[in-house]
Nanobody, 121 residues
């Protein structure tokens, strides 16, 4: 079965950096899309960043970011390792939340378990 495992969350002071990773397993086909979403306490899950994978013809490597993180976060993908990374710089308290990885293949879409990111003032 498809499984996405996230890591890299933690506690950081405002202005600091964290790197989140998500590794997919249990599927041999190429990734179409891989994205990051986050959910702050008392709020709904929101889009953060997305990148096209090797299975996304014409869109491989193409990225999109939420306006609130553009210029501070960078998403990247290693298709061979089925791993997506979110480099987060200049973190702000409003970036606090549980960060979830989502992968999309022709067979469907799958979520990771989430990793906690806390940014202190």
């Amino acid at each position: 079965q498809v499984q996405l495992v996230e890591s890299g969350g933690g506690l950081v002071q405002a202005g600091g950096s964290l790197r989140l990773s998500c590794v997919a397993s249990g599927i041999s086909s190429s990734i179409n899309l891989m994205g990051w979403y986050r959910q702050a306490p008392g709020k709904q899950r929101e889009f953060v960043a997305i990148i096209g994978g090797a299975g996304n013809t014409g869109g491989e490597g193409s990225t999109n970011y939420a306006g609130s993180v553009k210029g501070r976060f960078t998403i990247s993908i290693d298709n061979a390792k089925k791993t997506v990374t979110l480099q987060m710089n200049d973190l702000k308290p409003e970036d606090t939340g549980v960060y979830y990885c989502n992968g999309r293949w022709d067979s469907g879409s799958y979520w990771g378990q989430g990793t906690q990111v806390t940014v202190s003032s």
